[in-house]
């Protein structure tokens, strides 16, 4: 699904590479950890998948095509084939959750009853009772249920998930990890990237491990050693 090869990414304002010589590949149906301290390069990974940027050298396969040379106008057709979800869930203030999920598949081009869709999602994370509710009257671990909902929405092929516990407490942690792997085994492509011991190394998957920009360790096994 995703290749980099021999990837560096060279920011040219700071002469600073956030990346340098990456290559790992990601297969369909596999669930993979993204970790290392901050400033490792963890979002200019993501970003790279999302093609909100392009690689300084080296070139990244999206789907089998060569990220660079997909037109403009044919970006909103590959990043529906992604969700994201943040550490901030980004979730929209003056709607309630079952109509920040419709916004998403009204802007991406769905049709027929959205309502009804969005609150099949809502159900796969256990939030279907509060379809109605607006993101102040959840809390911040239902609130990120809310924001993988909506990720999860146009039933894409891989869903990115950066830093998706950083706010959490330790307990609603555990929940969204439970909830992550749980979308795993019904078939989704998930990639977590984040710097969480405890979640790295309480379920175990795939642990890509990078450190100033170069991957130091591509552990099948999983587990957290920088």
Not at 25 to 54: D, M
Not at 128 to 151: D, N
């Amino acid at each position: 699904m995703i290749q980099f090869h021999n990837i560096t990414k060279t920011y040219s304002r700071t002469h600073s590479h956030a990346l340098r010589a990456v290559n790992f590949k990601i297969s369909e149906g596999e669930f993979i950890y993204i970790t290392g301290h901050s400033g490792a390069g963890k979002s200019t990974l993501l970003s790279l998948i999302l093609r909100r940027i392009t690689p300084t050298v080296g070139t990244v396969y999206l789907f089998g095509k060569d990220a660079r040379k997909i037109r403009e106008s044919k970006l909103p057709y590959l990043r529906r084939q992604m969700g994201m979800v943040f550490q901030n869930h980004r979730l929209l203030p003056n709607v309630s959750a079952q109509e920040n999920l419709s916004f998403v598949l009204r802007a991406t081009g769905h049709k027929g009853n959205l309502a009804q869709k969005s609150t099949v999602a809502l159900r796969h994370v256990g939030l279907a009772h509060k379809r109605k509710a607006y993101p102040i009257e959840l809390s911040l671990g239902e609130q990120q249920r809310v924001a993988i909902a909506r990720a999860i929405v146009t039933k894409p092929a891989i869903l990115l998930c950066d830093e998706p516990t950083g706010n959490l407490d330790p307990d609603t942690s555990w929940e969204i990890l439970d909830l992550l792997n749980e979308l795993h085994m019904r078939g989704t492509t998930i990639l977590v990237a984040t710097h969480s011991r405890e979640l790295v190394d309480s379920l175990k998957h795939r642990t890509i491990v990078l450190r100033a920009g170069e991957v130091i360790r591509d552990d099948i096994e999983g587990g957290y050693t920088l």
